[in-house]
C-alpha cells in the first residue's frame, strides 16, 4: 500500500510541477539564458506528446471503457485533426517537422483534456485540488504585490504601452498578453478550488493582476466571471431571460469595440488583411484548408510558409520573414485557413460540445464556483479567439486540463448520488 500511496504523490507533484512550468512557459522561453530559453520553447508541445502517450496507455493496456460524453467529443476531435492532416497532404506546403510541431499546437487543448479525463480519472482529486490552491494562492500573492509595485511605486520590470489609466504590466513575461494569460488561468483554478467563498480575495487579487496588462480581451473576460460570480452566486438571480439578454448585451458591448478595431476598420489592420486571405484560401480549396503549418499558427511563422509569399506579406510591415508580428495575432484566420470550411464547422460543433457540459453540470447542482470555473475556461478561449492564438495558444494545455480535471471530479460526485439514490430504491423495493 505504501508503495502505491507514493507513486500517487509523485505522480500528484508532477502535475503540479506542470502547472507551474506551463503557468510561466511564456516567461521561461524569453529568458536571456540561451539554455533556459532553448529547453522551454516548445515544452508545452512536448508534454502534450506525453498526455498524449499516456492517454494510449490507458486505452490499450488498461482498456479504458470511454463514456459516452467523452465519445462524442473524442470522435469530433479526431475528425477535426485527421481533417487537418488531410489538409497538409493535399496541399503539400511544409515541412514534416513544421506540420507535425503545428499539430501538437493545434490539438494540444484536446489531449490536456482527455489526459485529466482518463489518464488521471482515478486520481486523489482532493489532495491535488489542495496542492493546486496552496500554489494557485501563493502565485496571486506574489504577482499582486509585484503588480502594485510596477504600477505605483518603483518598477522592477519593463513597462509595457500605455492603456487607460497606467501603463500595461508584463512582469517577468515578454508581453502584457502573456501576464494576463497566465493570471487568467490561476484565478479559474482557484474557482475550480474553492469549496464556498474562501478563496475570494485571492481571485480579487489575480484579477487585479490581469487589470493591470491593460488587455481588452483579458479585461472583458475578467468582467464576465464576476458579473457571473454577482448576478449569479451573489444576488442569487434565477431569471433565465433576464440573464440571457444581460449576456447578449454584455457579449456584444464588450466584443463590437474588438471586432470594430481588428476587422471593421478603414485603417491597416493585419488581422482583418488575413482574415479575408484565410477566407478566400477556405472557398478557393474547398472543402479543404492548406493544412497545419501553413497560415497563422507560429509555427506557418517559424518555417516561414510559402502562402505568405503568394499574398505578398514578406513586402508587409509586420508580416514579413525578419519581423513577423503580427502573423500568428488571431484564431479565426489560422483555423478558417488550415481547416477550411469543413474543419471549421466541426471545431464549432466541438466548442458547442464543451459548452453543453458546462451546462450540464449546472443543472446538476454542482457548486457554483466550479461551474463558473467550467463556463469561463470557455468563455476564456471564445472571447480571445477575436484577436490571439486562443484554443492553440500556449495556456490551451492547462486550462484544458484543469477543465478536465474539474469534470472528473464533478462526475464523480455525480456518479456517486446516483448510486446511491438506486441503492434507496432498490432498499426500498
Known amino acids: 500500500m505504501k508503495v502505491v500511496f507514493r507513486k500517487r504523490r509523485i505522480r500528484e507533484y508532477f502535475l503540479i510541477a506542470i502547472y507551474v512550468i506551463l503557468l510561466f512557459n511564456q516567461a521561461l522561453q524569453s529568458s536571456e539564458i540561451p539554455v533556459i530559453a532553448g529547453v522551454f520553447h516548445y515544452i508545452d508541445e512536448g ?12 486505452v490499450v493496456r488498461r482498456g479504458y471503457v470511454f463514456k459516452l460524453y467523452d465519445q462524442i467529443i473524442f470522435i469530433f476531435a479526431a475528425v477535426f485533426l485527421v481533417f487537418g492532416f488531410v489538409c497538409t497532404f493535399i496541399a503539400d506546403i511544409q515541412t514534416v517537422k513544421a506540420y507535425m510541431i503545428d499539430f501538437f499546437s493545434c490539438a494540444k487543448f484536446f489531449i490536456g483534456y482527455f489526459a485529466a479525463r482518463f489518464y488521471w480519472d482515478d486520481i486523489d482529486t482532493d489532495y491535488l485540488k489542495n ?20 504600477e505605483f511605486i518603483n518598477p522592477l520590470f519593463t513597462l509595457a504601452d500605455q492603456r487607460y489609466f497606467g501603463y500595461s504590466i508584463r512582469l517577468m513575461f515578454n508581453h502584457p498578453t502573456n501576464l494576463a494569460a497566465c493570471a487568467s488561468t490561476v484565478l479559474v483554478t482557484l474557482a475550480a ?24 480581451k483579458v479585461m472583458a473576460f475578467i468582467a464576465v466571471f464576476w458579473g457571473l460570480y454577482l448576478v449569479l452566486d451573489v444576488f442569487k438571480i434565477r431569471n433565465r431571460m433576464l440573464i440571457t439578454v444581460g449576456g447578449i448585451a454584455s457579449v456584444y458591448y464588450i466584443g463590437y469595440d474588438q471586432i470594430n478595431n481588428y476587422y471593421l476598420t478603414k485603417r491597416w489592420s493585419p488581422r482583418k ?3 479575408i486571405d484565410a477566407i478566400n484560401l477556405a472557398n478557393k480549396h474547398f472543402p479543404f484548408g492548406m493544412g497545419y503549418a501553413s497560415f497563422g499558427t507560429h509555427m506557418s511563422v517559424s518555417s516561414y510558409s510559402p502562402i505568405y509569399y503568394e499574398l505578398g506579406y514578406h513586402r508587409m510591415p509586420g508580416m514579413n520573414p525578419y519581423k513577423p508580428r503580427y502573423l ?59 484577436g490571439e492564438m486562443s484554443y ?10 484543469i477543465m478536465g480535471l474539474i469534470v472528473s471530479e464533478n462526475r464523480k460526485s455525480l456518479d456517486a448520488v446516483v448510486t446511491k439514490k438506486s441503492t434507496e430504491e432498490n432498499g426500498d423495493t
Not at 131 to 149: E, G, H, K
Not at 195 to 215: C, D, G, H, P, Q
Not at 392 to 401: D, E, I, P, Q
Request: glycine share 2%; with cysteine; charged share 10%.
Open 273 to 275: 488583411i488575413m482574415l
Open 131 to 150: 496542492q493546486l490552491n496552496f500554489t494557485s494562492r501563493l502565485i496571486s500573492v506574489v504577482l499582486f504585490l509585484l503588480a502594485i509595485n510596477e
Open 193 to 216: 478550488c474553492s469549496k464556498k467563498r474562501e478563496n475570494t480575495l485571492y481571485m480579487v487579487m489575480i484579477s487585479v493582476v490581469a487589470i493591470f496588462t491593460f488587455r481588452s
Open 328 to 386: 500568428n495575432d488571431g484564431f479565426w484566420q489560422a483555423e478558417i485557413a488550415q481547416f477550411g470550411w469543413v474543419g471549421t464547422l466541426i471545431f464549432v460543433i466541438l466548442i458547442a460540445m464543451f459548452f453543453v457540459t458546462a451546462f450540464k453540470f449546472r443543472n446538476k447542482n454542482i457548486p457554483f464556483l466550479k461551474f463558473n470555473a467550467l463556463l469561463c475556461i470557455n468563455l476564456f478561449f471564445l472571447i480571445t479567439s477575436i
Open 392 to 401: 492553440f495558444y500556449t495556456h490551451a494545455l492547462l486550462l484544458f486540463f
Open 47 to 58: 508534454l502534450a506528446v506525453l498526455f498524449l502517450i499516456m492517454i494510449l496507455i490507458k
